[in-house]
């Protein structure tokens, strides 16, 4: 009986012996390929979902159609990168710039928040517009491209991101006007879309969101977070305004742990950004920030213990203010707006560090606050050049523009083709008689400042918006400005349905305005300059369809072009150039 207990405890240990030499000879590929697998099925889970066409491509720029397949433009989808739980993301300005830089071309970007966008005049009277367009009457023979990427509510993590693609654009020049929306800007430190307070962290998940896996697993939980809480889920509420929702509840106090981590935030990133353009020699200005300090009360004051009340220095401010104390009226201001626990707009610090970080990279600052100042009664800013919080007026864009402009003199960064024999002073009259902007985009803009300030945090949170409620419509410009704010058309639908009503009442001087504001923003788009050229032909009105004739042939010289310049010479017994065009229609009609 011990004999075999004995034989049977002999094979157990042989039995354990054999197995752990079979381990052993396991092969090296055994364990590449147990390594391998996840990181497989993740590469191929990708190719699926892109094959399939899921998710989003948050490539920077890309054509817009094969109707303009020689432009690139910013893509129209790379707002939803940074605003992963908001329905209704901010828009792109659609500015075209040549895939093959010409090499006659002058090249600047444009990076900041609603400021630097144009709010409320997007697209055409942003201070990036007034600089091309000042650029192209003093600098005919060059290529003029200014392309602007203002995003509104985003902060310095998305023009960051942005600056990766920027790079790689050939830039002549980098115009920077940014630090408003820091804290409640996409993925800032007090948004309602945040990722934490790791600055490593969240850029790095800015590169995941570039994978369609990342968007695909960010869906499922997004999805699993609605079934159990409605804060999980996109909400987009009509009555709020994209900025009242992106604050959420946050209150940040000065000197506050999340308002210190908000001011490392903006100089962390922004130093990343300069050092990126640094490194591969390309120019940048940037302008310091202004706001209104006069006009605009704090949003919520707070006691703390340790500062007095942002209402109390607003309110002491007043007081000197009326008593013609304006130099301590001005900093009392000053000191309000930085104790205003809702940071609808950047405290002092934000400059501070923008030229903190001028130094260290020998940039050129545009003091746009000090300019403001000097325009502003009694030198402080107010509704006299603000429209609401911290967004210029139209003539406050204007002169931001001639500022930028300035600079670039100063530091001799323009065009190097031949300047025309205009003076400054000179083109600045031609450009402000010939400045393209309707009432239509005035209406807009007076109905934006109206959304915007009839809600929180302008008004208690849940109130109604009664300066939209009251608006009434007046006439047919108020009532295509409330289509295009409803989105039922676009901008240029907007004003080509204007153009068509003026042409039908023989206003022909506004129906050539409303077309031409088009054509000023789409230059390179031929059918706003055919629909008003058929109309003044068909009105009779040679002299002023002949304008528009030139540049089309200019831009697209097909069988409309040169049939329309020929049939109008010969009726202005111009029958040698006509026939030179008629030809050539001839020519491109039986190609």
């Not at 746009?368 to 210029?392: C, E, R, T, W, Y």
């Not at 088009?518 to 040679?542: C, F, H, Q």
Request: hydrophobic share 40%.
């Amino acid at each position: 009986m011990s004999k075999n207990k004995k034989v049977s405890t002999k094979t157990e240990v042989e039995q354990k012996s054999e197995s752990n030499k079979i381990l052993k000879k396991s092969p090296f590929w055994f364990y590449i390929i147990l390594v391998a697998i996840p990181f497989v099925f993740v590469i191929l889970l990708e190719l699926t979902l892109r094959y399939f066409d899921y998710g989003y491509d948050f490539k920077y720029f890309a054509p817009a159609s094969e109707y303009h397949s020689d432009k690139y433009f910013a893509n129209p989808d790379l707002p939803r990168k940074y605003f992963f739980n908001i329905k209704a993301t901010p828009s792109v300005v659609p500015d075209g710039f040549d895939i093959e830089k010409k090499s006659n071309a002058f090249r600047i970007f444009v990076l900041g928040e609603s400021s630097a966008a144009g709010w409320p005049y997007v697209p055409n009277a942003s201070f990036s517009r007034h600089i091309k367009r000042k650029l192209e009457l003093l600098y005919p023979e060059n290529t003029i491209e200014v392309i602007n990427l203002g995003i509104s509510a985003i902060n310095s993590y998305t023009i960051r991101d942005i600056a990766f693609g920027v790079v790689e654009m050939q830039p002549d020049l980098i115009l920077i006007y940014t630090g408003h929306n820091e804290y409640y800007g996409a993925l800032g430190v007090g948004s309602s879309v945040n990722m934490g307070y790791s600055r490593g962290l969240v850029n790095l998940y800015l590169k995941l969101r570039d994978y369609r896996t990342t968007q695909f697993l960010q869906n499922i939980i997004s999805g699993i977070l609605g079934i159990f809480n409605s804060a999980g889920s996109k909400t987009d509420d009509g009555n709020e305004t994209l900025m009242s929702r992106m604050i959420g509840e946050s209150l940040i106090p000065i000197n506050s742990d999340m308002f210190n981590n908000g001011i490392d935030q903006f100089s962390g990133n922004m130093n990343d950004i300069l050092k990126m353009f640094k490194d591969r020699n390309i120019p940048v200005i940037i302008g310091n920030l202004t706001f209104n300090a006069k006009d605009q009360k704090p949003f919520v004051s707070v006691k703390d213990g340790k500062n007095p009340s942002a209402d109390d220095v607003y309110l002491n401010a007043q007081k000197e203010y009326e008593n013609g104390n304006y130099v301590k009226a001005r900093e009392l201001f000053a000191r309000a707006k930085d104790l205003d626990a809702l940071r609808f707009r950047a405290p002092q610090h934000i400059n501070d560090a923008i030229y903190k970080l001028a130094k260290e990279y020998d940039l050129p600052v545009v003091n746009i606050d000090s300019l403001f100042q000097a325009k502003s009664p009694n030198g402080i800013v107010g509704s006299n050049l603000m429209v609401d919080h911290l967004h210029p007026n139209f003539a406050g864009y204007r002169m931001m523009g001639d500022a930028y402009f300035d600079k670039m003199q100063e530091v001799n960064l323009l065009p190097n083709g031949s300047k025309s024999a205009f003076s400054e002073s000179k083109a600045d009259s031609i450009l402000e008689l010939n400045f393209p902007f309707t009432r239509l985009d005035s209406t807009v803009a007076e109905m934006k400042v109206m959304l915007l300030t009839g809600n929180y945090p302008f008004v208690p949170k849940g109130s109604l918006n009664y300066k939209v409620l009251n608006f009434k419509p007046k006439d047919i410009v108020d009532t295509v400005a409330i289509k295009l704010m409803n989105q039922e058309i676009p901008w240029e639908s907007a004003h080509a349905l204007l153009s068509d009503y003026y042409f039908k009442k023989g206003d022909y001087n506004n129906c050539i305005k409303e077309i031409a504001v088009i054509i000023a923003e789409r230059p390179y788009y031929d059918i706003p300059y055919k629909d008003l050229i058929s109309k003044l032909v068909d009105g009779g009105k040679l002299d002023e369809a002949m304008e528009f004739l030139l540049p089309l042939y200019k831009l697209k010289p097909d069988f409309f072009a040169t049939k329309w310049l020929g049939q109008v010479l010969l009726k202005q017994n111009k029958h040698k150039e006509a026939m030179v065009y008629l030809q050539q229609a001839v020519r491109f009609k039986e190609a």
